[in-house]
Structures are given as structure tokens and as C-alpha cells.
């Protein structure tokens, strides 16, 4: 079980760093699961998966992180609009 959830998240880095980067909250979303993740693989290959503690702290360390990434992203929101007019130069400058 831990293998496949394993192999499912690493599929969810995957598209997260090919097309979800910088789609703001379901970006967000996919790292804050995957931060997550890790403590019920924990819990699985010590053999107590749902326990409720782990569920729990599973939960919280889902909803902090997610929180943590939105006010990255709030904070990231002046340089990001500066990187996007310098790459759209630079796009520009290629093509002509």
C-alpha cells in the first residue's frame, strides 16, 4: 500500500512541476497533500496506518502547510510579475 500511494504522489510531483506550478491554489493543493502524505506512509510501514492520531496530524500538517503556501505565493506575487514580463521579453526576442 505504501508503494502505490508512493507512486501515485510521485505522479502528482510530477504533474505539479510540468503544468500545476503555477495554477495558485490547486498548486497549492497538490504540495500541501504531498507534504501530508508522508506521515500516513510513516504510520503505514509501521503498521498502524489509520490510526486517528495520524489522521489527525495528517490533517493539520496538510491545512499549516497549505496555509504556508498561499502567503508564499502573496508574498511571491511582485517578483512573479516581474519574472513573467523579463521571460516575455525574452520569448519575444527569440521569435523575431
Given at each position: 500500500?505504501?508503494?502505490?500511494?508512493?507512486?501515485?504522489?510521485?505522479?502528482?510531483?510530477?504533474?505539479?512541476?510540468?503544468?500545476?506550478?503555477?495554477?495558485?491554489?490547486?498548486?497549492?493543493?497538490?504540495v500541501?497533500?504531498?507534504?501530508?502524505?508522508?506521515?500516513?506512509?510513516?504510520?503505514?510501514?509501521?503498521?498502524?496506518?489509520?490510526?486517528?492520531?495520524?489522521?489527525?496530524?495528517?490533517?493539520?500538517?496538510?491545512?499549516?502547510?497549505?496555509?504556508?503556501?498561499?502567503?508564499?505565493?502573496?508574498?511571491?506575487?511582485?517578483?512573479?510579475?516581474?519574472?513573467?514580463?523579463?521571460?516575455?521579453?525574452?520569448?519575444?526576442?527569440?521569435y523575431?
Amino acid at each position: 500500500m505504501a508503494v502505490l500511494l508512493y507512486i501515485i504522489f510521485w505522479m502528482i510531483g510530477f504533474l505539479y512541476n510540468w503544468k500545476f506550478k503555477e495554477k495558485g491554489l490547486l498548486g497549492n493543493l497538490f504540495v500541501s497533500s504531498s507534504v501530508a502524505i508522508t506521515i500516513i506512509l510513516g504510520s503505514i510501514v509501521v503498521g498502524n496506518p489509520w490510526n486517528i492520531a495520524t489522521l489527525i496530524f495528517s490533517m493539520m500538517l496538510f491545512v499549516f502547510n497549505l496555509g504556508e503556501e498561499i502567503a508564499a505565493d502573496v508574498m511571491d506575487i511582485e517578483g512573479d510579475k516581474t519574472y513573467k514580463k523579463s521571460n516575455y521579453k525574452r520569448r519575444s526576442s527569440l521569435y523575431s
